[in-house]
């Protein structure tokens, strides 16, 4: 049964490409729905995780890493991240303990300081540094706009996260449950498959490649006489070249993309799955105000 001083209400999660804002989100969650990838500019899409308690709700929106943009999916990415700032009811402002503040985090304080919104500064990676040199660098971001709390924080090792969820709780109004509580995000499964496929295709291309390529589910469908669901998607990238590297020799690179997702997506589904993967080409994407909504970009 419901607590009847119930609490509820959504938390942004902003800051500079490759903090570990996904990786954060995920360890709250205790399961995986972002993709994690040491490359930047990995979340495209506002990501909504929820976690539900016995007393509150908290909805997490994962924002794209703030950078300057190179072309129209960039732009679209800055206006995802920096849109509903003065709407949710705490802002986490994640940045890495192990590195000095930088013209990007500048940056992201400067469109804080004309926000409203209650701000926790958390500091991410406190296990790449030393205990001494800690209280230095949160000296050294506290200056950069004001905040009402500081936690710093491992998300990869999980470290002090629940002193975190305690802080969130805290600034969350008196509300209802927007969500089922065995809910965990409000993508639909597609969405998160191809987020699942495209991660792999990250961790095994390198350069430009990564950020050419969009994934979109085609078919999720239950074949007769088999125990499994068939799945399947387009990696879609922008030039023949780059097609011809995401195959690999012998069609190796496109087999071990479909391997390592295969496992993720039947961890999310609870079902085995055939995948079945293609590879197109449409040339320019990133540009193409029409592409960009095809392809699950769009307002």
Do not use: C
């Amino acid at each position: 049964m419901r607590n009847d001083n119930f609490k509820s209400g959504f938390i942004s999660i902003v800051g500079r490409p490759n903090v570990g804002k996904s990786t954060l989100l995920n360890k709250i969650l205790r399961q995986k729905i972002a993709i994690m990838s040491d490359k930047p500019q990995t979340t495209r899409n506002k990501i909504q995780g929820i976690l539900t308690e016995h007393d509150f709700q908290a909805i997490f929106i994962d924002t794209p890493g703030i950078h300057k943009p190179k072309h129209k999916l960039g732009e679209f990415m800055n206006k995802q991240a920096t849109s509903t700032l003065g709407e949710v009811d705490a802002i986490l402002f994640l940045v890495e303990a192990n590195q000095e503040p930088g013209a990007g985090d500048q940056y992201i304080a400067d469109i804080l300081k004309g926000i409203k919104t209650p701000i926790i500064l958390v500091l991410n990676k406190v296990d790449l540094i030393k205990k001494d040199e800690l209280l230095l660098r949160i000296d050294q971001y506290k200056d950069l706009v004001d905040v009402e709390e500081i936690i710093p924080l491992s998300a990869l090792q999980g470290d002090n996260v629940e002193v975190l969820i305690k802080e969130i709780k805290k600034r969350l109004p008196e509300g209802p449950m927007f969500f089922a509580a065995d809910q965990i995000t409000d993508h639909p499964e597609r969405f998160v498959i191809a987020e699942l496929i495209r991660e792999k295709v990250l961790q095994l291309t390198e350069e430009e490649i990564p950020h050419s390529v969009a994934v979109v589910v085609e078919q999720i469908v239950e074949r007769e006489h088999t125990d499994k669901l068939f799945v399947s998607a387009v990696i879609y990238t922008e030039r023949k070249s780059q097609k011809g590297i995401l195959i690999g020799k012998d069609g190796a690179l496109l087999k071990e993309v479909g391997k390592r997702a295969r496992n993720d997506i039947e961890r999310l589904l609870g079902s085995k799955i055939y995948l079945d993967l293609w590879i197109k080409v449409k040339k320019d994407w990133r540009n193409h105000a029409i592409d960009l909504r095809n392809f699950g970009f769009h307002e």
